[in-house]
């Protein structure tokens, strides 16, 4: 049984009931509009990632990535515009040619100078952009939406010629006009581009705004609906829920969701929230275990650390502490985990040496240890950890440990209340 020093045990066991994840509020019924069960990733992780304040991704750096996440199987690779420099002109063509399962795409402006440049990258498609915002229309790029809308067909019209896939995608969707919206957004269908794209770009958008628009444009094109969202207010994951539920087809990420600002929808964080959807349709499709491995990669590659509270391989994602959870979680871990750790190749963990535990999770260290305690037992020792936790901070689980052995040992002799009175402090423990 692997060990944590830090008050916590593993309370895995194989042996305990599981159950399938259940709620009452889950429609009985399936929703004809809704891709939750049905949904691709554009991993922008080597684009909007690159936007992030710390990044730097050298060629070798930028295919360790894109291989990394080719194992996860996530669907596309979103690279940065070849027009940024040189380099990335080279390295887009690098990635191109690397015979990766996942499709190459590059991000351009809209216009046919990016266009030919970038098709000439060996990309599977590229992803067309262009605010249609009144503050981008008249603070970016000076253009009003007839131009916009002529630029638009030129440039998809271009691309589909050369025969890759094309995408079309408004900047700044949530405080662009929806006339404007949806005129453009028909007009580029009609001329059979792959998909569009909504983009919220400032993160002002809630999950009710994102279902509204992605539903009236499912109800307008036929081609494949993208999605792409900050979080600057905390809607990131949410809003790429309510987008595939709504009928989007496609949801962008990066891993720990690095990007301009804040970021973006994070790759484990849209997990997480799609396993609770549709456990099967994650785990079929995506090598969930090798999450953990490509966020490290990224968060060394860009100077952070992992956050602590992070979904799924945050250092307490899966940790449970106080005494009530630490019981129903040892009986059935059901009771207070919807994600099963086992199935992101994670650990759970129960910490006991703390103030907050109780005397079945103390119980269960004992069995683990097999020693021959009674409950009794197991409640005193219980209490003594709690007031040597009161006086001192938390026990380490070697502590812990060496506090059941002492009272298991004492009690042979029949002087373990003895043994158990004298402890002041964690320092005895060991002495
Ligand atoms: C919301 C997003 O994240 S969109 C993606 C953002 N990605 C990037 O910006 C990629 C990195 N960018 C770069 O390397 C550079 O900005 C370049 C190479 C794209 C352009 O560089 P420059 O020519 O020096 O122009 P600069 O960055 O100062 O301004 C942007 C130019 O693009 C124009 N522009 C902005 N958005 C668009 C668009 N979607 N479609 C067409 N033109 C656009 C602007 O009007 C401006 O043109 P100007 O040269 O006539 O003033
Ligand atoms: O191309 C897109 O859809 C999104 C561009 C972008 O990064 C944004 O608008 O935030
Ligand atoms: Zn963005």
């Not at 499709?103 to 000439?120: N, Q």
């Not at 799609?274 to 860009?302: C, F």
Request: overall charge negative; aromatic content about 6%.
């Amino acid at each position: 049984m692997p060990e944590q020093t830090n008050g916590q045990t593993n309370g895995n066991n194989p042996d305990r009931p599981r159950e399938p994840i259940v709620s009452p509020y889950q429609s009985k019924y399936p929703d004809p509009m809704s891709n939750v069960s049905n949904f691709k990733i554009i991993e922008s992780t080597l684009r909007e990632g690159e936007q992030f304040a710390n990044a730097f991704f050298d060629t070798a750096k930028k295919i360790e990535i894109a291989k990394a996440l080719d194992d996860i199987g996530v669907d596309y690779l979103e690279l940065t515009s070849p027009m940024a420099s040189e380099q990335s002109r080279l390295d887009c063509t690098a990635i191109a040619n690397l015979g990766l399962k996942a499709k190459i795409l590059t991000h351009i402006r809209c216009h046919m100078d990016d266009a030919k440049v970038a098709i000439s990258t060996g990309v599977d498609g590229l992803d067309v952009v262009i605010g249609t915002s009144s503050y981008l229309r008249e603070f970016s790029h000076g253009k009003d939406m007839d131009y916009i809308t002529a630029k638009a067909i030129e440039v998809i019209t271009f691309i589909k010629k050369s025969g890759l896939e094309v995408r079309f995608s408004t900047e700044d969707s949530f405080r662009s006009d929806l006339v404007d919206l949806l005129s453009i957004y028909k007009a580029v269908d009609k001329i059979g581009v792959n998909r569009v794209g909504i983009a919220d770009t400032v993160g002002c958008a809630n999950p009710r705004q994102v279902y509204e628009l992605v539903k009236t444009l499912r109800s307008v094109v036929s081609c494949d609906i993208e999605c792409h969202f900050h979080n600057d207010t905390g809607c990131a994951i949410a809003n790429a829920y309510a987008a595939l539920e709504a009928g989007a087809t496609h949801i962008d990420t990066s891993v720990l969701g690095i990007g301009e600002r804040n970021g973006i929808t994070p790759l484990g964080g849209l997990f997480a929230r799609m396993y609770a959807g549709d456990k099967e349709y994650v785990k079929n499709k995506y090598n969930l275990h090798k999450i953990r491995d490509v966020e490290n990669i990224v968060a060394e590659a860009v100077d952070v650390t992992v956050p602590f509270n992070n979904y799924i391989t945050g250092y307490c994602a899966f940790t449970h502490k106080a005494g009530i959870h630490a019981k129903a979680i040892l009986n059935n871990p059901s009771t207070y985990e919807i994600l099963k750790p086992e199935d992101f190749g994670m650990t759970r963990y129960v910490s006991i040496g703390h103030r907050l535990t109780g005397w079945n999770a103390v119980k269960n260290r004992v069995e683990q240890l097999n020693l021959d305690l009674t409950d009794e037992d197991a409640k005193a020792v219980t209490q003594k950890i709690k007031a040597l936790a009161d006086v001192h901070g938390a026990l380490s689980l070697d502590m812990v440990d060496g506090l059941l052995k002492k009272f298991h040992e004492a009690k042979g002799d029949g002087t373990h209340k003895e043994v158990l009175n004298r402890i002041e402090s964690p320092a005895q423990i060991v002495a």
